[in-house]
């Protein structure tokens, strides 16, 4: 089991998909030799209905926009220069995103992947939502990486939490081919927080 198909969805506006995040999908791919995909949003801003704070917001909605599509052009171009230099296959979609709109409305384009990146800011209420949607509605392992952190991938220590239950056992399925290349790897288990059946619930998965 490895993987082969990673997606990294880009934000572009509010808190933008840092180049640290990028850098890191990319160093994923690498790592596997696996091919990059790559969801850009090409963001429309629907400004209110009421006749008088609609003129006043459709401008700042039209600069909004262009700094979007800016972002977007220049992360673009970052990805492919980092994927020639890296020797990875990558293709980029551009999406169409409304804002206002449901934060699950692009996880439907990561659920052929094998594993998913998501950039983590720090702030951000809605890119936090957004983050929630992917991890719940997309279906597929997704890794959060911190836009604070500049570090490529790397599995040298790798926890597990564990509590014995169905989603523990398909988690680490998912990270099987991670946990393969892992020099140590930890079983954690918290006590006292919900009832957990079995007295020693990590001994067989650390088997």
């Given at each position: 089991?490895?993987?082969r198909r990673i997606h990294l969805h880009l934000c572009t506006h509010g808190s933008p998909t840092s180049v640290a ?18 969801t850009s949003p090409r963001l429309t801003v629907h400004a209110p209905s009421h006749w008088l704070a609609g003129r ?152």
């Amino acid at each position: 089991m490895t993987y082969r198909r990673i997606h990294l969805h880009l934000c572009t506006h509010g808190s933008p998909t840092s180049v640290a995040t990028v850098d890191y999908a990319c160093a994923l791919a690498a790592s596997f030799r696996a091919s990059l995909r790559v969801t850009s949003p090409r963001l429309t801003v629907h400004a209110p209905s009421h006749w008088l704070a609609g003129r006043m917001l459709a401008g700042m909605a039209r600069d909004l926009e262009k700094d979007a599509a800016a972002k977007a052009s220049e992360l673009e171009a970052h990805i492919r220069q980092k994927a020639e230099t890296s020797g990875i296959g990558v293709e980029i979609l551009a999406t169409p995103e409304v804002w206002p709109q449901r934060s699950d409305a692009v996880t439907v384009q990561g659920i052929a992947a094998d594993i998913c990146v998501l950039g983590l800011p720090h702030a951000d209420a809605d890119q936090r939502l957004a983050v929630e949607a992917w991890l719940f509605g997309a279906g597929r392992p997704c890794v959060l990486h911190p836009d604070s952190r500049a570090e490529p991938f790397r599995a040298d220590a790798v926890a597990i939490a564990w509590d014995g239950s169905r989603s523990s056992a398909r988690t680490v399925a998912d990270a099987l081919p991670i946990l393969k290349r892992a020099k140590r790897v930890d079983v954690i288990t918290i006590t006292g927080e919900k009832h957990i059946s079995i007295d020693e619930p990590g001994a067989a998965l650390a088997s």
